[in-house]
């Protein structure tokens, strides 16, 4: 009987042992693919992060790459705006020394030959029914400040004085020029071509009108009631 008991639990023992090795073997199964399925999560959240760093670095690249082409252009832009504006000062400068280089020469030619020393300047649309000497005073008369109204009585005073002539001389008194000073070599104080020039006379002339009679038609009321200004 005891031996019957003893069998019995020997094999109740055994069946439990196997039991609880099945149990384990589970239990391990299971752990093992709870383990593989979190590796694959992470090497699968792995792979996510570097495809999102590699995206990240990508937008990086793009946006600087973006940022360099707006600088290099804005570079070229302003290079192209200075080298326009020195191209434009350049030439500025070499058509101003141009026109005084003729300017130069002309007035040489004119004291060669003792003719007039052209006018550079353009004559406005407002003078244009005057020419030659007139027509210088009057564009010089209006940069002067005077009003165009003013030229009547302009044009009527250097006509009764020298009829325009920029050579008419007054041997008796020694006045010369559009304006007749007295003596002509007062009109160096307006240019060194004052013989030849009219219009470095005629400046000449309304600096002295302004100074004395504030306008033409000032000179030209002292004219009619004296005979001179």
Known sequence: ???????????????????????????????????????????????????????????????????????????????????????????????KAKAERKAAADRKKAEEIGGPVPYPGPIPESCNEYSGSRAIGCTLMLERGFALDQFPCLDKLWKKESGWNYRAENRSSGAYGIPQALPGKKMASAGADWKTNPATQIKWGLGYVKGRYDTPCGAWTHFQNVGSY
């Open 1 to 95: 009987m005891d031996r019957l008991w003893t069998r019995i639990g020997v094999r109740a023992a055994s069946a439990g042992l196997l039991l609880a090795g099945l149990a384990g073997g589970v239990h391990l199964g299971q752990d093992r693919d709870t383990q593989r399925q979190a590796g694959d999560v992470t090497v699968e959240q792995v792979a996510i992060n570097e495809m999102q760093l590699l995206k990240q670095r990508q937008g990086e690249q793009t946006a600087a790459r973006a940022w360099q082409r707006q600088a290099e252009g804005d570079a070229a832009e302003k290079a192209s705006a200075a080298a326009h504006t020195v191209a434009a000062k350049a030439q500025s400068f070499e058509k």
